[in-house]
């Protein structure tokens, strides 16, 4: 009986891992770092995903508009010199803050674009962690005048 | 999905735009639509995995990313996947130029 049920949890365990992509082999921060997508400040969610907000500033670049006229779609650039591994993007101007986490193997470039939506004016808060583990960050403004979240 | 990757000088530049309402859940209270958005995105360049991404729903519809590698030459295969709240995937590759 216990040898029977042994083989059906595995054949079931077998079943689910053959389900799931293959890209799940790579590190999924919603899954790793559930409470960081629930924070509704920049503040609280990069606590939560790197576990200090004590950063350095000055070695990120970010390339964003002053003023956005589409609140639907913001673009947002990231440059930086230093090697990062991980490069996560926040704002407050919706309900929560964490807009996405890029992660950077070996050999990557740190030359990065994207388009997020704002519904208002609010602080755009781009924070990596380097190969050497130090955290860097870097916040601009962004104003907004046509919100873009549905709304 | 749409991708293009280009190398220039050992430098590839990999911009791709998918296809997602990337509805949250404040957005599909006011649109009366299903909560929909993109999750995880993975790029691949022969079979190595160069960039990837863990999202939520506030990047723009439809989203687009553009990254940089050195990991890749003229001719190599570029393979990005995505995975939405669903668990629904979705693929795609072009060759780098």
């Known amino acids: 009986m216990q040898r029977r049920k ?3 949890l595995s054949a079931a365990a077998a ?4 389900v799931l992509p293959a890209s799940l082999s790579a590190t999924d921060f919603r899954a790793t770092a559930p409470k960081a997508w629930e924070a509704p400040t920049s503040q609280e969610a990069i606590e939560a995903l790197f576990g200090s907000a004590e950063t350095i500033d000055g070695q990120i670049e970010i390339k964003a508009p002053k003023l956005a006229e589409n609140g639907g779609a913001v673009p947002i650039g990231i440059k930086s010199k230093v090697d990062l591994a991980t490069v996560a993007l926040f704002q407050d ?3 929560r803050s964490a807009v996405v986490v890029m992660e950077l193997p070996e050999g990557s470039v740190v030359d990065l674009m994207t388009k997020i939506k704002m519904r208002k004016t609010a602080n755009v808060t781009v924070v990596a962690k380097g190969r050497d583990g130090k955290l860097y960050s870097a916040v601009q403004k962004v104003e907004v005048s046509i919100g873009g979240c549905g709304g | 999905m749409k991708i293009k990757a280009k190398e220039k000088k050992g430098v590839v530049e990999v911009k791709m735009l998918l296809d997602s309402p990337m509805i949250g859940k404040e957005e599909s209270e006011t649109r009366k639509a ?3 958005f993109i999750t995880h995105i993975t790029a691949k360049i ?3 995995l160069v960039w990837e991404a863990s999202t939520g729903p506030f990047l723009s519809k439809n989203p687009y990313f553009m990254f940089t590698t050195t990991q890749g030459k003229k001719g190599d295969e570029i393979v990005i996947e995505t995975v939405d709240n669903k668990g629904e995937t ?3 590759k072009d060759k780098i130029k």
């Not at chain 1, 079943?15 to 053959?18: R, T």
């Open chain 1, 6 to 8: 042994f083989l059906s």
């Open chain 1, 15 to 18: 079943a689910v891992a053959s």
């Open chain 1, 93 to 95: 101007a919706n309900p």
């Open chain 2, 34 to 36: 299903e909560v929909e």
């Open chain 2, 46 to 48: 022969n079979g190595k």
């Open chain 2, 90 to 92: 979705n693929s795609d």
